[in-house]
């Protein structure tokens, strides 16, 4: 008796779910392959929702690789669906990927993947181990990538050391302005060596990082011990260059001074290597999002590194 009142009171709770389920699996010819539809959609919004909480500046790289590490294991699991079916024996792999005129399943996770983590340049920063056979992937960070994030959080922890005892700009720039320097003297190191590269989170990280030291705080610009030596050597280059250039073409005025119409070579001005460098400057400032990483010193990268 009192089973019987419990299950009217579920139907009339929940309606008669028996029935509508019924029906769907009539009509829904996938309906076997729903499931791995919704698991494979579920992790596809969290991968987008974690690339789109982390866009502004972009670091998807550091921050969603463990979203990024379980849409590729799913997507894996759901490819090898060879042997659950919809209800005309197309393997639900098929149903998801190939079998509609367009598959919106590959349309996101291949956005995801070429459009936001390879154009990211994730590989720059970490390695993945894949081992999808075993849902058992890992991933290390570069050398390079640590090494850069230990400079910036002495940095970061030199600049809490000063503003814990004033709020005086003067003196970030004073004290913390050999930390600053080697940071940037690190990121340049790696940024102009031709073999190897960082990922957008760190190229956005330095960005913002002088950003906010030299427009925000008007920190100056102390990089005189390397720059004038590179300033120097460019001035040499530069002056025999245009020696050179100017006696050819004195001697190419002078051979062709027979001649009626002279053209006017005009010698576009040549770029120092400080574009380089005016390139990396952003001119949007950040301090709202930089006053809440320093409160708590904390670098972009995630803690531990590895994952399950
Ligand atoms: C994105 O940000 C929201 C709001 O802070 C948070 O609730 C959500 O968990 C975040 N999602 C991911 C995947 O990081
Ligand atoms: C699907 O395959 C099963 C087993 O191979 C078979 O019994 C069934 O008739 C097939 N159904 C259709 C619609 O082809
Ligand atoms: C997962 O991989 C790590 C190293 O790649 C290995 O040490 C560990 O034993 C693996 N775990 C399982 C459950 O396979
Ligand atoms: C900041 O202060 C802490 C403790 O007061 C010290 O351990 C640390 O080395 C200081 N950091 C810098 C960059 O001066
Ligand atoms: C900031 O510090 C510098 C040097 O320590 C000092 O000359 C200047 O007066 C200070 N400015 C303020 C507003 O306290
Ligand atoms: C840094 O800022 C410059 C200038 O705004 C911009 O062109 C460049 O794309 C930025 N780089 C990164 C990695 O955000």
Known sequence: MDHIVIGLFLVALLGCP????????????????????????????????????????????????DQYIALKQTEHDTQALTTITSLDNTTCARVIYGNYLVSYSWEISDAVSRRIWDQSRCVSCLKINWDLEHGNSTFDYEDSTVKFEVKLLQWRNCINNVTDHSDNTTEICENCMTHFNALFKYYWQIYTAPESDFCVDVETTMNDTMNIWHNVWRCGDDFRPVDRHHDVTMLIFASVFLGVITFLFYA?????????????????????????????????????????????????????????
């Open 252 to 308: 190419g005025s002078f051979i062709q001074a027979e001649r009626a119409h002279r053209n006017i070579i005009q010698y576009s001005r040549m770029n120092p290597p400080s574009a380089l460098r005016s390139r990396l400057l952003s001119s949007s400032t950040l301090a709202d999002d930089f006053s809440s990483t320093t409160s708590t010193t904390q670098g972009f990268l995630r803690a531990p590194p590895s994952v399950r």
């Open 18 to 65: 028996w029935e509508a389920q019924a029906y769907g699996e009539a009509w829904d010819l996938d309906a076997p392959c729903q499931p791995y539809v919704k698991k494979l959609a579920a992790a596809q919004a969290e991968m987008v929702q974690c690339a789109s909480n982390f866009s502004s500046p972009p670091k998807v790289c550091t921050n969603c690789i």
